[in-house]
């Protein structure tokens, strides 16, 4: 991604509630912030952005932009769409620290050529859609698809796909989806699985794991 003409942007103004740690963008995991571990995947890109909860201070010596957050995962990524400069942009969730740059290149790659795409991993477990308390159907896990950041778009399109949202009141915990509403198609490719994402304070001990193999 050396010298690549896209435009990162990381929403990271979520405060974490799930974990009860504070915002994620400052917590720490074998010695680096999850800010500073999402941004290792795009030290090549032009543009860094990243959206931290309001009234947070930007942490020193990131090479990166700084602006505050909106109330939902999706107002913040709209802010960091309007800073954006570049035609291309990655979205990552800070929450997701350990993508690696190849993923970032493999997405980049397919949104340059398609407009938009996502990367995606097969669904391990067996999943059923319980009936009250009991084991209910199961649902065919073949078909199923678990869906990852950086996602990547033309930003013209991701910006046309958000302000169609905030008129017709979409929400979207993605930005793919929101593409996809607007009637776009959205590329799918290969994902991650160190690529997870921390929610909750049993994912801590993984990253922590993860953290040290990356370190070493
Ligand atoms: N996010 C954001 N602005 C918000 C809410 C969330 O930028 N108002 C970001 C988070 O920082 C995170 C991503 O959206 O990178 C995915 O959100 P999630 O995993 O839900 O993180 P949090 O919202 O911080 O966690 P929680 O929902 O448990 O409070
Ligand atoms: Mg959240």
Same mark, same amino acid.
């Given at each position: 991604?050396?010298?690549?003409?896209?435009? @990162? &942007?990381? =929403?990271?103004?979520?405060?974490?509630? *799930?974990?009860?740690?504070? =915002?994620?963008?400052? %917590?720490?995991?074998?010695?680096?912030?999850? %800010?500073?571990?999402?941004?290792?995947?795009?030290?090549?890109?032009?543009?860094?952005? @990243?959206?931290?909860? #309001?009234?947070?201070?930007?942490?020193?010596? $990131? *090479?990166?932009?700084?602006?505050?957050?909106?109330?939902?995962?999706?107002?913040?990524?709209?802010? $960091?769409?309007?800073?954006?400069?570049? #035609? %291309?942009?990655?979205?990552?969730?800070?929450?997701? #620290?350990?993508?690696?740059?190849? &993923?970032? !290149? *493999?997405?980049?790659?397919?949104?340059?050529?398609?407009?938009?795409?996502? #990367?995606?991993?097969?669904?391990?477990d067996t999943l059923v859609r319980p009936e009250g308390e009991a084991y209910g159907e199961v649902v065919p896990r073949e078909a199923l698809r678990l869906v990852q950041t950086p996602q990547g778009f033309f930003t013209a399109l991701l910006r046309e796909a958000h302000a169609y949202a905030r008129k017709r009141g979409l929400a979207a915990t993605d930005d793919a989806q929101l593409v996809r509403a607007l009637g776009y198609p959205v590329a799918l490719? !290969?994902?991650? *699985?160190?690529?997870?994402?921390?929610?909750?304070? !049993?994912?801590?001990?993984?990253? !922590?794991? @993860?953290?040290?193999?990356?370190?070493?």
């Open positions: 991604m050396r010298g690549v003409e896209v435009s @990162v &942007l990381i =929403p990271a103004a979520g405060n974490g509630e *799930r974990l009860g740690l504070g =915002p994620k963008a400052f %917590l720490r995991v074998g010695g680096k912030t999850l %800010l500073e571990w999402s941004l290792l995947a795009f030290q090549e890109a032009a543009e860094v952005l @990243v959206a931290l909860p #309001p009234g947070a201070e930007p942490p020193p010596g $990131l *090479r990166a932009v700084f602006l505050e957050g909106g109330r939902t995962r999706q107002e913040s990524v709209a802010r $960091l769409l309007e800073a954006a400069s570049l #035609p %291309l942009v990655l979205v990552h969730d800070v929450a997701r #620290p350990f993508a690696s740059p190849a &993923l970032a !290149e *493999r997405v980049l790659e397919a949104a340059r050529a398609t407009g938009a795409a996502v #990367p995606v991993l097969p669904v391990p490719v !290969e994902g991650e *699985r160190t690529a997870f994402k921390i929610t909750y304070p !049993e994912d801590l001990p993984l990253a !922590e794991a @993860v953290a040290k193999a990356w370190s070493g």
